[in-house]
């Protein structure tokens, strides 16, 4: 079992700059690939972005590439998604996810609680 926690999620302008945090705990959690999901207001949960274990792979959804960066830092257990040039459209509540392959980063079996993130135009 791995447990995630987020924070670093509040209110920003847009144009600004947030960075979110995930502590990870549990058993063997720096063999997990880690990413980022979000879910807006009145939309389905959706993919952000994705790193391996050793941080050697990335993959990121279109709209936030050259935005938003991901990485981590095994030692901490944690893993962080810097988002840079903020849009209203960002506003979302932001999940952390581990899976134990690269291949299941999209379908990932453990979820944090989320963070909200709102972008204010």
């Known amino acids: 079992q791995v447990q995630l926690v987020e924070s670093g999620g509040g209110l920003v302008q847009a144009g600004g700059s947030l960075r979110l945090s995930c502590a990870a705990s549990?058993?063997?959690?720096?063999?997990?690939?880690m990413g980022w999901f979000r879910q807006a207001p009145g939309k389905e949960r959706a993919f952000v972005a994705a790193i391996s274990w050793t941080g050697g792979r990335t993959n990121y959804v279109d709209s936030v590439k050259g935005r938003f960066t991901i990485s981590r830092d095994n030692a901490k257990n944690t893993v962080y998604l810097q988002m840079n040039s903020l849009k209203p459209e960002d506003t979302a509540v932001y999940y952390c996810t581990a899976t134990r392959t690269w291949v299941s980063a999209y379908t990932p079996a453990y979820w944090g609680q989320g963070t909200q993130v709102t972008v204010s135009s």
């Open positions: 549990g058993r063997t959690a720096n063999n997990y690939a």
